[in-house]
């Protein structure tokens, strides 16, 4: 039994530091501070719980990046991050899609986000010293009728730092 415990104790401390606080900033050229990005390993994915506050209303397009930049506003962190080369914006729950979709981010009408949501498909050990990037709008995570799920300007970005 004291073996047991010990066992879940070592796996609950694991957990609790199995996590990436990344702070989020406008890309508009003030880089204002709006929060940041809490992720964490689960057993089911990373889970990603926004603190965010001053953005616009409504569900915004979420991605990784490929490349640790915000400048310029967030252009230089590249495209999706996209590491098996699919070349296809299929969303977070497609297994033919790149890993780069993550859920969509959904803001109130006081412009704060804050509902947890799930990634499935990755983990942190795969997504750190990439960008993390919030889009102006929603993502129906497909290429039509506008490219990259329609997401648009890049609002605000991210860098996750390595774990």
Known sequence: MKKLIVSFSLLFATMAHAKIITP???????????????LSDSAYGVM??????????????LHIHVNPSCQ???MAAGG???PQKTGKHLGPYS???HLGDLPVMY???NGIANTPTLAPRIHLNQISS??????????????????????????????????
């Open 24 to 38: 989020i900033y406008s890309t508009d050229g003030k880089h204002t501070l709006l929060g940041h990005i809490t």
């Open 48 to 61: 990603i719980q926004p603190e965010l506050h001053n953005l616009s209303p409504g569900m915004h397009g």
């Open 72 to 74: 310029q506003q967030g």
């Open 80 to 82: 999706h991050w996209d």
């Open 95 to 97: 297994d033919e899609g």
């Open 107 to 109: 803001v109130d009408k």
């Open 130 to 163: 990439h960008a993390l990037m919030i889009h102006q709008h929603g993502d129906n995570y497909a290429d039509t009728p506008k490219s990259l799920g329609g997401g648009g300007v890049r609002v605000a970005c991210g860098v996750i730092a390595p774990n």
